[in-house]
């Protein structure tokens, strides 16, 4: 039963798009409000303000691809889809660092996982980072109106065999577990997220506020890198984009002037304030582009007796949040626990070795579990902090120097993550380092961990959440934007993404990101009024 | 864990500093080697998006010995070429700033000057056995310059990304492949 294409039908109701691959002559295109980035932060604050009447132009450096191009196969995805053909890495090479880039940012590759910001965490930027405004009862409807929105609810159906050594594990310890919300509508549960929807039943932006955006007139620019801001005075006067080639690498020669009355940033951590420094905005207290975080992740693979499939199936369905606060808010650093999914390209390579070892590893992908635990980093003094610099031709690249504060917060992940998948029946155990292969037994595992060079690149390191870079905060000795987004030295300035956040969030951050931008954005709209 | 870094006791500070030296030095000297001698050609090969034919004897040794366990024998052949089809396809999606740094790494791979003191190959690649390449992929992971351990680990994620995104690679890890829609 073929799956209707609905960006594709909106298109043939006239919905205006450019495509800047294909522009023959430069361009100029005018708005009310000009927003870079269409992923959460872009594409909800572009539907609010078209909402309110506002002519929007929706700027996006990726290509436009919808749910007829969704083939669920990782060779044209990850190049077509993500930040960099997927390359993106730390300044070192050593984390792998995931985000999308294409119409809907990474609402588009995201694993569906939907949670509100914790409390813990909204009270901790109220009292270390000046944010104002922003506690659990003011944050509430916002939150509430876009799990509305994008139809979060925690998933019904029984979570895949993958999910479920989360659920087995934590029961037989005695730590918490729960069900996962997912930003989903008549999900088919394929397992596909990460590859984009091939059945739009991911409430990404691509099937939601974006044709929300075109339908009530607004205008989105695909293949166009913005790549300076023209600056006159205290005020923005007008963005310049280069025109892309259809693979997204490099400029066709073909320019993009874009003018509006207010511009906001959505391009997220790592581009956002990679934008800001490339046009040299004010930044007197050098504090773009500082302060940015990943939930740095590391892995722990595990055999079982029976069939996982670990790549079939709602990708993130359980959690645990066991020891997320286990030393308070600003302690040693802790984490959250899930899952990834396990499609064979991305699973080899997290497998780690090469020739026959990495062939007896992947022989039993069917058998296979993998565990995540996602570093809440960014709450304590030692803990290591990216900062984002700018290479020769111009592009953002992220420095995230690694501390023995963080490392240590990996071992402890290591130790919990195998002592949870043993207590759900493993028969064998396998941190993600280099010199760790499949141990028998919990004490094995332990002894093995415990003595692991944890050191870059021998331990397999990831991110698929870059937070901050341009934190909010009232004081603009420490924040790139006040509490509300508003550029604390140009006037018509603001900044709607996770680049915000002043640390990482201590959940999957989507949620997060709706929450906050539709509140910003439907007090900008206010503002434009008066 | 076994230590097996260069960081062994024998080996002083002043020594390791010298490698470290004599490292750079040469990663400097491949890319500029290349750049004056057009030694390393800047054209694609037949058929390729990226791969030059100067990447492809060191990519035809390297192949064979990642996909061991998981390829037979008769298969290898075309799992090779398919490997490099991928990995060109991906090469040709990465940003200008990575797809650069790739290409350094495959122009010290290539050219003798970097290739013998940086890899322990000191004939072409062409007549390395398996056992060469296991070596210098585990001096690599070992060595004492994070450029070699960073070289190490693109390598493996390159190659190994490349095949497993094939359908040919499937059978061998239970992967039944996408479902229809």
């Keep these: ?530 | 864990m076994n230590d097996t870094t260069l960081d062994a006791p024998q080996l002083s500070r002043r020594s390791l500093l010298k490698v470290g030296l004599m490292g750079t030095a040469l990663l400097g000297t491949a890319g500029l080697t290349a750049t004056l001698s057009g030694c390393s050609a800047s054209t694609p090969a037949g058929g390729y998006l990226i791969l030059r034919s100067s990447d492809l004897p060191f990519l035809r040794a390297l192949i064979p010995v990642m996909l061991d366990g998981a390829v037979s024998a008769e298969q290898m052949p075309q799992a090779i070429d398919g490997t490099l089809k991928s990995l060109d396809s991906s090469l040709a999606h990465l940003s200008p700033e990575m797809l650069k740094l790739t290409v350094q790494l495959f122009d010290v791979l290539a050219l003798p000057i970097t290739r013998g003191p940086l890899t322990g190959v000191w004939g072409s690649w062409d007549n390395a056995s398996g056992d060469d390449v296991r070596q210098f992929l585990k001096r690599w992971q070992n060595s004492s310059l994070s450029l070699l351990r960073m070289g190490h680990a693109s390598l493996l994620q390159l190659v190994m990304m490349a095949w497993y995104s094939r359908q040919e690679a499937w059978a061998h890890c239970g992967y039944p492949g996408p479902p229809t829609v």
Aim: with cysteine; proline share 5%.
């Design chain 1, 1 to 530: 039963m073929p799956v209707p294409d609905l960006f594709k039908q909106g298109l043939t109701k006239g919905w205006k798009t450019y495509d800047g691959s294909r522009l023959e002559n430069d361009l100029t295109l005018e708005a009310d409000v000009a927003i870079v980035g269409s992923g959460a932060g872009g594409g909800t604050t572009a539907e609010i303000l078209s909402a309110a009447g506002y002519k929007v132009l929706l700027i996006e450096e990726g290509p436009l691809k919808t749910s007829d191009d969704f083939k669920m196969q990782e060779a044209e995805a990850y190049p077509n889809l993500y930040q960099e053909g997927i390359g993106r890495m730390s300044k070192d090479g050593a984390i792998t660092i995931l985000q999308g880039r294409a119409v809907g940012g990474t609402t588009l590759v995201n694993w569906t996982s939907s949670f509100r910001t914790p409390p813990q965490t909204l009270a901790h930027w109220a009292e270390a980072h000046g944010v104002k405004g922003h506690d659990v009862a003011s944050m509430a409807p916002w939150f509430e109106k876009m799990e509305q929105r994008l139809g979060v609810a925690p998933w019904a159906i029984p979570p895949n065999a993958n999910n479920e050594v989360i659920r087995t594990g934590c029961d037989k310890l005695g730590y918490h577990w729960a069900v996962i919300p997912r930003n989903v509508r008549g999900c088919w549960n394929l397992g596909y997220c990460g590859m984009g929807c091939p059945t739009n039943a991911k409430q990404s932006m691509l099937v939601t506020t974006i044709p929300a955006t075109l339908d009530a007139g607004g205008e989105l620019l695909y293949l166009a890198r913005a790549d300076k801001l023209l600056i006159e005075g205290d005020k923005v006067v007008g963005i310049d984009c280069l025109g892309m080639d259809a693979r997204c690498v490099a400029p066709t020669g073909k320019r993009i002037r874009v003018k509006a009355r207010h511009y906001v940033l959505a391009g997220g951590g790592i581009n956002t304030p990679g934008l800001l420094l490339r046009s040299a905005v004010p930044d007197p207290h050098k504090r773009v582009g500082r302060r940015t975080y990943l939930h740095l992740v590391n892995f722990s693979a595990a055999q079982f007796e029976q069939v996982i499939n670990p790549f079939y199936g709602a990708p993130q369905s359980l959690y645990s949040d066991h020891f997320q606060w286990d030393d308070g808010t600003t302690g040693r650093l802790s984490f959250k626990l899930e899952v990834p999914p396990l499609q064979p390209a991305l699973t080899a390579t997290l497998l780690g070795e090469f020739g026959r070892e990495n062939a007896l590893r992947m022989e039993q992908l069917p058998h296979t579990n993998v565990m995540l635990a996602l570093l809440r980093d960014g709450f304590h003094p030692d803990c290591a902090e990216g900062r984002v610099e700018l290479r020769g031709d111009g592009s953002p690249v992220l420095d995230y120097q690694m501390t023995d504060y963080t490392w240590d917060g990996v071992r402890r992940a290591f130790l919990t993550m195998a002592e949870i998948q043993f207590a759900a029946g493993a028969k064998a155990v396998m941190p993600m380092h280099a010199d760790a292969g499949y141990v028998r037994t919990w004490k094995e595992a332990k002894e093995l961990i415990e003595q692991l060079d944890l050191a870059l690149y021998r331990t397999r390191l990831g991110s698929a959440h870059v937070m901050g870079g341009c934190a909010m905060g009232e004081d603009p000795q420490q924040a790139v934007v006040d509490s509300l987004g508003r550029h604390h030295q140009l006037d018509n300035l603001s900044i709607h993404d996770g680049s915000l956040f002043p640390t990482s969030i201590g959940a999957n951050p989507q949620l997060s990101i709706y929450g906050l931008t539709s509140k910003l954005a439907t007090l900008l709209a206010e503002r434009l009024r008066a």
